[in-house]
């Protein structure tokens, strides 16, 4: 069995809950949920009782689970023991947006471990793939907007960090505004042709973003504005979408304003953030603390899970 599954079914006996232990862990719910049912129909052991969304451990599964720890501690001593006195090096790809909050992690990061040389790659999602599947780094940071994100990136593993929906942004001040018909916060596909009247702004700050409505959402959709606005500074976009005729589609929680309306998309389209590693890899004491730090710099600045 993989470790990394280990580490999955300790959480969850940790938090007594699917959804919890899926949030901490940095994969999906249902990932989860399928990995738990898996489990007890290979042992032919229910480890866990089920009332809603609530998990009793069983004696079975405490048995299980109490084992697991200890292959885990056992596995986190010798990674201790191999690491401790050796000259280390981390080789990450990360993507050029997100320089900024790395510098962070970097500077956090080096004072608790100066005998460790950090070796960034800076490059684009693709590129960074192709050089973790190759050995060549030992884990990036990439984006998806694929669901079936193992498929996006195949031969790798792939854990998900976060997921975030895009959504339509408008003024609620633009006078388009105040004609649709929403559902629940959703826009029907009836009521995207109103758009069609008024100018789509874009990012080029935001290139996977970009590729995406005009690859997908745009033709699937039947968004086809009267123009389309490229901009290369986010600040300036928000600001033209405000003033002028305009709408934008983002992330949901890219924008705070109160002045603008966040309308959901009848697909619910998504956004993944996304740690891949080699096949198999095994994280050195290292290199867990250096992920550690750098989600929670993500936690501490979302922003930067959107870019690239």
């Given at each position: 069995m993989?470790?990394?599954q280990l580490e999955?079914i300790?959480?969850i006996?940790?938090q007594?809950?699917?959804?919890k232990?899926a949030?901490?862990?940095?994969?999906?719910q249902?990932?989860?949920?399928?990995?738990?049912n898996r489990l007890?129909?290979?042992?032919n052991l229910k480890?866990?009782t089920?009332?809603?969304?609530?998990?009793?451990?069983?004696?079975a599964?405490?048995?299980?689970?109490?084992?697991c720890g200890?292959?885990?501690?056992l596995?986190?001593e010798?990674y201790?023991?191999l690491?401790?006195n050796r000259q280390?090096?981390?080789?990450?790809?990360?993507?050029?947006?997100?320089?900024?909050?790395?510098?962070?992690?970097f500077?956090?990061?080096?004072?608790k471990?100066?005998d460790v040389t950090?070796?960034p790659?800076?490059?684009?999602?693709n590129?960074?793939y192709k050089?973790v599947?190759?050995?060549?780094?030992d884990f990036?940071?990439?984006?998806?907007?694929?669901e079936?994100?193992?498929?996006y990136y195949?031969d790798?593993?792939c854990t998900l960090i976060?997921a975030?929906?895009?959504?339509?942004f408008?003024?609620k001040h633009?006078?388009?505004?105040s004609t649709?018909?929403?559902?629940q916060?959703v826009?029907?596909?009836e009521?995207?042709?109103?758009l069609?009247?008024l100018?789509?702004s874009v990012a080029t700050?935001l290139?996977?973003?970009k590729?995406?409505i005009?690859?997908?959402l745009?033709?699937k959709l039947?968004i086809?504005?009267?123009?389309?606005?490229?901009m290369?500074?986010?600040?300036?976009?928000t600001?033209?979408?405000y003033l002028?005729n305009?709408?934008?589609?983002?992330?949901f929680?890219?924008?705070a304003?109160s002045?603008?309306?966040k309308i959901?998309?009848p697909?619910?389209?998504?956004?993944?953030k996304?740690l891949?590693?080699?096949?198999g890899?095994?994280f050195?004491?290292?290199?867990r603390?250096?992920?550690?730090?750098a989600?929670e710099?993500?936690?501490?600045?979302?922003?930067?899970?959107?870019?690239?």
């Open positions: 993989d470790l990394h999955y300790v959480e006996a940790k007594n809950n699917i959804s232990a949030e901490l862990l940095h994969v999906s249902p990932t989860l949920s399928v990995y738990l007890e129909k290979q042992l480890l866990f089920r009332n809603n969304n609530v998990l009793t451990i069983t004696d599964g405490r048995k299980y689970v109490d084992t200890k292959i885990l501690q596995r986190d010798l201790d023991d690491y401790k280390d090096s981390i080789h990450v790809g990360i993507l050029s947006s997100n320089a900024s909050l790395f510098s962070q992690v500077m956090k990061f080096q004072p471990h100066p950090i070796r790659v800076i490059d684009k999602s590129r960074l050089l599947q190759s050995g060549d780094l990036a940071y990439v984006t998806s907007y694929d079936d994100y193992s498929r195949p790798v593993d976060a975030y929906e895009l959504v339509i408008i003024s633009n006078p388009v505004y649709l018909r929403l559902e916060g826009i029907p596909m009521e995207i042709s109103k069609n009247t100018t789509l700050t290139p996977m973003i590729r995406r005009e690859g997908q745009m033709p039947g086809h504005p009267q123009n389309i606005s490229v290369n500074n986010l600040e300036f976009l600001t033209t979408i002028d305009q709408f934008s589609i983002m992330p929680s890219y924008i304003n002045d603008f309306a959901m998309l697909t619910h389209p998504q956004i993944y996304l891949i590693t080699p096949k890899h095994q050195t004491p290292a290199e603390a250096f992920m550690k730090l989600k710099e993500f936690d501490k600045n979302p922003y930067y899970y959107y870019l690239q």
